[in-house]
């Protein structure tokens, strides 16, 4: 069962990244509200976690370069990040399990991660991002804190996004 949202914000860039500190990116959206989880997780199975969908507060576009998980607790294995058309997917699977009927088969819709994503000023993207993740052992921890670089009049920044995933192994 998926746990409802529960807790996250903004939190600030790391230092020495060689990116600015940025703030283009709303820290108000879905993801930032809680934390979504499975209290019935096995070994193994593969997840995948949904990034908060880049809104560019701005006023001026931005182009999304990399994004990244940037805690990942002992027990969980990013496979690959991905970046898809809400569209394709016919919304936000803020969490699914590969293989469930109600998860969308991914291999089959364009991957927007190979090249920069643009949002443009005061817009949501139509393309999110999200983690693949693998279960290797029980984790100990939750993973969060999504960090979005991307560049922006010419210049580099780094913004962390308050997101949280909790995947609990069931006996």
């Known amino acids: 069962m998926l746990a409802a949202l529960v807790l996250a914000g903004c939190s600030p860039a790391h230092e020495g990244s060689g990116a600015a500190a940025g703030n283009a990116l709303a820290t108000d959206g879905a993801q930032s509200s809680g934390t979504v989880g499975n209290e019935h997780s096995r070994v193994g199975e593969i997840w995948y976690f949904a990034l908060p969908v880049p809104y560019n507060t701005s ?12 805690h990942i607790p ?3 294995r990013v496979i690959e990040y991905g970046a898809y058309d809400l569209n394709d997917t016919e919304g936000l699977p803020v ?15 364009k ?6 994503v643009k949002v443009a000023a005061r ?7 999200l983690a693949k993740m693998q279960i290797t052992a029980p984790p100990r921890d939750t993973a ?7 560049e922006q009049g010419g210049r580099s920044y780094r913004q962390t996004l308050d997101c949280e995933l909790e995947l609990k192994v069931s006996e």
């Not at 991957?111 to 920069?116: I, S």
């Open 59 to 70: 006023s001026k576009p931005i182009e999304i370069k990399d994004v990244s998980v940037e």
């Open 74 to 76: 002992a027990g969980i």
């Open 111 to 116: 991957n927007y991660a190979r090249h920069p």
């Open 144 to 150: 969060r804190d999504c960090r979005f670089e991307y």
């Open 95 to 109: 969490l699914a399990r590969e293989g469930d009927s109600y998860t969308p088969q991914f291999a089959k819709f």
């Open 123 to 129: 817009k949501e993207s139509n393309i999110f991002y």
